[in-house]
C-alpha cells in the first residue's frame, strides 16, 4: 500500500475516536516522500503516462545544488555560490482513499524557482518567486478512489546568474497534502492579534475568513463559528461562538473578539504561546477545525527610547540570516535550523532578520517557540535589477501577490515584529522609489495593520532618499555609515531608527594575521579591486578586516551601543553563507562575514558579541598558542561581568588590564615562547573564569563530540558532529588539516560534511573532509528505523574516532 495511503488512513483512525465515525475535517498529511527526480529537461514529464522508472527516488525537501560540482564557470558565478543549477523535475505517483466531497490541496514551502505544477497532464499553475509558498487545488484532476494519480513539477532555475547569493535548486522545502470540507478556513484565512493587552486582560481579535466551495446544493450555507484560546497547557482559557454566519459562495469574513484574563506574555526570554483554535460547525457536524499560534506582546518603536518588547527597553540584538544551512544547502531541515537558533541564542541574539527574502514557515514557528525577533523581509530588489536574471522580471508581474501571500501566511507569528519590503533598492534613488514605498506599505497595512513597516536603506541623506521620502515607512532602517548615526535624528526629526545590518567584518575561523591593530580595508573604495589579501583565501579573526562599507564589528557595534535612539541592530551575518565569498576571487566561494562558521563553529567574534549581548560572564582568549620563537604575538581577550584581566604566559604575570569605556577587548603584545597562556578575570579581587591556550604538539588523535546523541528514527533528525584532530596531550592542533575518512554503521547516513573554510573545493556530500584549521563536521541523518548508529573517523597517522548515537 502506498504509504500516503497508509497514513491518510492512520491519521483517520488516530482522530476518529473524538468524532465518532466521521473523519477529522481537516487532513494535513506530509507529502515529502516517494518522489522521483531527474536532473534535465524533459518535456512530456508532466504526462501522466510517462515513464520515470529510470528516475531517481528521493524525499523532499531536496537542493540538487549542493549535490553538485564547484566549478568557477557554473552560471551562477561564485557570488551564487558556484555550484550547478539548471532544470529539474520531480514526480510523485499517488493513490488517495475516497475524497468524494472533499477538497484536496497540495501547499508547498517554496520551490526555487520557476516551477510548474501538474496534476495528471493538467497544469496547475506556475510560480517565478523561489521563495514564496502557495498551493494548488487537486480536486477536480484527481482519478477515484485507489486509481494512480501523477503529480510531476518542473523547477526552473536555468537562467543566471539570478543572485547576489547561494540560492540552491529544487523542491527545496516542505510539501503537504491537506484535505478540508467544501467550507472551511480559507488559505492562510485567519488573522489574530491583541490590540489590547494589559497585565489584566487582552484582547485578542480574531478575522477568520472562510471558504464555500460547495455546490448550491449540497452542503450548508449557515455555519456557526468557534474560536478557543488555550494555554500552553492545552486548557481552554477564552472562547467566543458566533452562530448565523452565512456564507456567500466566495469567501466570508467574520470578526470575534475575545477577553484573555491574566494573560501570559510572549518575550524572548520567555516565549510562552497560547493557541487559537477556530472550528466552522453546521449543525452539530464539524466542516473545519484550524490552529493558530498566539503570542500576546506588545512591540513600539520610540525615537529617543528605541524599542520597547512589553513597555520594558529591549536592544535588538540580531542577526542577518541567509536561508542555506551549509552543507545541507538550502534543504530545509528542522533541526538544523534549529541548531542554528541555539548556537545563536547562547550568544545572547534576539532577534533575525530573513535576508532577503520570506523563510521556511519552520523557522517562524522555531522562533515563536525559541523566543527570537523576526525582521520578516519581502524583497531584495524591485523593478531594477541587482543580477540579469533575479527577480525584477517578475516584480511587475507578481509582486503584490508574492507580498500579499507573505503578509497573509506570516502575520499570526509573535516572532515577527517588523516588516521590511525590501533590501538595498535601487529606486531608493529616482521617484519610482516613492510611488512604490506607498504602494507596498498600503499592501502589507491592509493584510496587516498591526506590524510597523520599514526597509533596509543605504541613502541617508532625506533628499536624495527616494524610499524615506514616501513618508509612510514606520521605522527608517540603515545598513552600514555608523560614523553618520549621530545626525539621523537631525537629519530625520521624528522618526524611529533601527541598523538592519552593521559590520560586514570578514573572518576565517582559526587564522590571524599579525599585527592584530591594522586594519584590512578590503576593498578599499568602490573603484579599486582587491589587490592585497592573503594568498590562501584567508581573513584574520583578530576582527580587523572589512569593506570600505562595512566596520569591525567593534567599530559597528560600539556605533550601535553609543545612539540610545537606535532600536538596535543587525549583524551581517550570523552564519557564513554560500556565495557573495568577498573580498576574494574563486575559489572563494562562500561568505567570511559570519561570526559563526559555514560549519556551525563560532568565530572568535562570536564571544565579543557574547560579551555584550549576554549577562553571563564571558572570557575568551586568542588566538592559538603555535608560533614561531621569538615572534611577537597579540593576545586578545573578551570579557564580561569582571573588572580586569590577568594573563601569565608559563606562570608569568605579563600584566593586567580593564577595558576603557569604549573599548570590547583587551590586549597583550607578548614575545612568543610555546607553553601555556592562561588568562584570569577578576570581579572585586576574585576569580570569576579562568582561560588557557596549550601549544599543541603533533597531531595525533581525533576527537568526536555530537551536540545530540538521542535521535528520533524519523528520517529527519540530525546529529552534528565535531571532528577535532589533537595532540597527544588532548590540546587542539591549530593547523591540522588532515583528511579524515566517515565510515556510519546502523540506520544513519552522512548527510553532509564541512569544515567551514570558504574556498574549499571539497564535496558537502562525501564521507570524508579535511580538518581545517584542526576542525570538521559530520551531519548525521537517522533513517524511519531505530537502532544504534556508529560513526567511525580515521585518519592516517592519526589514532581514529567513535561514537555512536542512539536513534529510536
Ligand atoms: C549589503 C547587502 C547584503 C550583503 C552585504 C555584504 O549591502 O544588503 O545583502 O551583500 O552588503 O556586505
Not at 524533459?42 to 527516488?57: H, I, L, M, P
Amino acid at each position: 500500500m502506498p504509504r500516503l495511503l497508509i497514513l491518510l488512513l492512520l491519521l483517520l483512525s488516530a482522530t476518529n475516536a473524538s468524532f465518532g465515525a466521521q473523519p477529522p475535517a481537516r487532513v494535513i498529511a506530509s507529502f515529502n516522500k516517494g518522489w522521483k527526480f531527474y536532473l534535465g529537461d524533459e518535456a512530456s514529464a508532466k504526462d501522466a503516462a510517462f515513464n520515470d522508472n529510470a528516475w531517481r527516488q528521493l524525499t523532499l525537501p531536496h537542493d540538487w545544488s549542493i549535490e553538485g560540482k564547484f566549478d568557477e564557470k557554473n552560471p551562477a558565478k561564485p557570488e551564487g555560490g558556484g555550484l550547478p543549477t539548471g532544470i529539474g523535475w520531480y514526480r510523485k505517483t499517488f493513490t488517495l482513499p475516497g475524497t468524494a466531497g472533499r477538497n484536496v490541496y497540495i501547499e508547498f514551502d517554496g520551490v526555487y524557482k520557476r516551477s510548474e505544477v501538474w496534476l495528471n497532464g493538467h497544469s496547475l499553475g506556475q510560480r517565478p518567486n523561489g521563495y514564496i509558498s502557495f498551493r494548488y487545488e487537486l480536486t477536480r484532476y484527481l482519478q477515484p478512489a485507489g486509481k494512480a494519480n501523477v503529480l510531476a513539477v518542473r523547477v526552473d532555475n536555468s537562467a543566471q546568474p539570478d543572485s547576489r547569493w547561494y540560492t540552491g535548486s529544487g523542491i527545496y522545502r516542505n510539501v503537504r497534502l491537506v484535505t478540508t470540507h467544501p467550507v472551511a478556513v480559507d488559505e492562510w484565512g485567519i488573522f489574530v492579534s491583541t490590540p489590547a493587552v494589559s497585565a489584566q486582560a487582552a484582547t485578542v481579535a480574531v478575522q477568520t475568513q472562510l471558504r464555500n466551495a460547495t455546490s448550491a446544493t449540497s452542503a450548508p450555507h449557515t455555519v456557526s463559528l468557534q474560536t478557543a484560546v488555550l494555554d500552553q497547557s492545552g486548557r481552554e482559557v477564552a472562547r467566543q461562538l458566533t452562530s448565523g454566519v452565512k456564507l456567500s459562495s466566495a469567501a466570508t469574513t467574520v470578526s470575534q473578539k475575545l477577553i484573555l484574563k491574566n494573560p501570559q506574555l510572549w518575550s524572548v526570554a520567555k516565549p510562552y504561546l497560547y493557541r487559537v483554535k477556530t472550528t466552522v460547525l453546521a449543525g452539530q457536524a464539524i466542516e473545519d477545525e484550524y490552529e493558530t499560534p498566539l503570542g500576546v506582546r506588545t512591540c513600539v518603536f520610540d525615537g529617543q527610547r528605541g524599542f520597547l518588547l512589553n513597555g520594558q527597553p529591549l536592544r535588538i540584538q540580531g542577526v542577518c540570516q541567509h536561508h542555506d544551512l551549509g552543507a545541507l544547502g538550502a534543504a530545509v531541515n528542522v533541526r538544523a535550523m534549529e541548531r542554528q537558533l541555539e548556537i545563536l541564542k547562547a550568544m545572547g541574539c534576539n532577534a533575525i532578520r530573513t535576508a532577503h527574502n520570506p523563510p521556511a514557515p519552520q523557522l517562524l514557528d522555531l522562533c515563536d517557540r525559541m523566543g527570537f525577533l523576526v525582521l520578516d523581509e519581502a524583497f531584495d530588489m524591485w523593478q531594477k535589477k541587482k543580477n540579469g536574471q533575479d527577480y525584477h522580471l517578475d516584480f511587475k508581474q507578481w509582486h503584490r501577490r508574492d507580498l500579499e501571500d507573505q503578509i497573509r501566511r506570516d502575520r499570526n507569528h509573535p516572532s515577527v515584529f517588523l516588516w521590511s519590503i525590501g533590501n538595498e533598492i535601487r529606486e531608493q534613488f529616482d521617484s519610482t522609489g516613492t510611488r512604490l514605498t506607498r504602494e507596498l506599505t498600503t499592501t502589507v497595512k491592509r493584510l496587516d495593520p498591526t506590524r510597523p513597516v520599514t526597509s533596509a536603506l543605504t541613502e541617508q541623506e532625506p533628499a536624495k532618499n527616494f524610499i524615506s521620502q514616501a513618508g509612510v515607512l514606520d521605522v527608517l532602517s540603515f545598513n552600514y555609515k555608523h560614523a553618520d548615526y549621530p545626525e539621523l535624528p537631525k537629519r530625520f526629526p521624528g522618526q524611529k531608527f533601527l541598523a538592519t545590518e552593521i559590520a560586514a567584518a570578514y573572518e576565517t575561523r582559526g587564522h590571524y594575521d599579525l599585527p592584530s591593530d591594522s586594519l584590512r580595508i578590503w576593498p578599499k573604495d568602490g573603484k579599486t579591486k582587491l589587490t592585497s589579501g592573503n594568498a590562501d583565501f584567508t581573513a584574520s579573526s583578530y576582527d580587523h578586516a572589512a569593506p570600505y562599507w562595512g566596520a569591525t564589528h567593534e567599530a559597528a557595534w560600539r556605533a550601535v551601543r553609543n545612539s540610545p535612539f537606535i532600536s538596535g541592530a543587525f549583524v551581517w551575518s550570523g552564519f557564513d553563507y554560500m556565495g557573495e565569498p568577498l573580498p576574494y576571487p574563486w575559489p572563494a566561494r562562500s561568505s567570511y562575514f559570519g561570526v559563526i562558521d559555514l560549519a556551525g563553529f563560532p568565530k572568535d567574534a562570536y564571544y565579543l558579541y557574547q560579551s555584550e549581548w549576554t549577562s553571563k560572564p564571558v572570557l575568551h582568549l586568542l588566538p592559538h598558542w603555535n608560533w614561531k620563537p621569538g615572534q611577537t604575538v597579540d593576545v586578545w581577550a573578551y570579557y564580561s561581568q569582571a573588572d580586569e584581566v590577568e594573563l601569565f604566559l608559563n606562570g608569568k604575570s605579563l600584566g593586567t588590564k580593564k577595558k576603557g569605556t569604549d573599548d570590547l577587548h583587551v590586549l597583550w603584545r607578548v614575545p612568543y615562547a610555546p607553553g601555556t597562556l592562561q588568562a584570569i578575570s577578576r570581579r572585586a579581587g576574585k576569580t570569576v573564569l579562568t582561560s588557557t591556550v596549550k601549544t599543541a604538539g603533533p597531531a595525533a588523535k581525533i576527537e568526536l563530540t555530537a551536540d545530540r546523541s538521542q535521535l528520533q528514527a524519523d528520517g529527519k533528525d540530525l546529529s552534528f558532529i565535531t571532528v577535532r584532530v589533537l595532540d597527544a596531550a588532548g590540546n587542539l592542533v591549530p593547523d591540522a588539516a588532515n583528511l579524515v575518512k566517515l565510515s556510519v554503521s546502523g540506520p544513519g547516513f552522512i548527510a553532509g560534511v564541512d569544515n567551514g573554510y570558504q574556498a574549499s573545493m571539497e564535496s558537502f556530500k562525501a564521507p570524508e573532509r579535511k580538518a581545517y584549521n584542526g576542525m570538521a563536521l559530520a551531519i548525521i541523518q537517522t533513517t524511519d528505523k531505530g537502532g544504534t548508529i556508529t560513526l567511525k573517523a580515521m585518519a592516517e597517522g592519526l589514532a581514529p574516532g567513535t561514537l555512536t548515537l542512539t536513534s529510536n
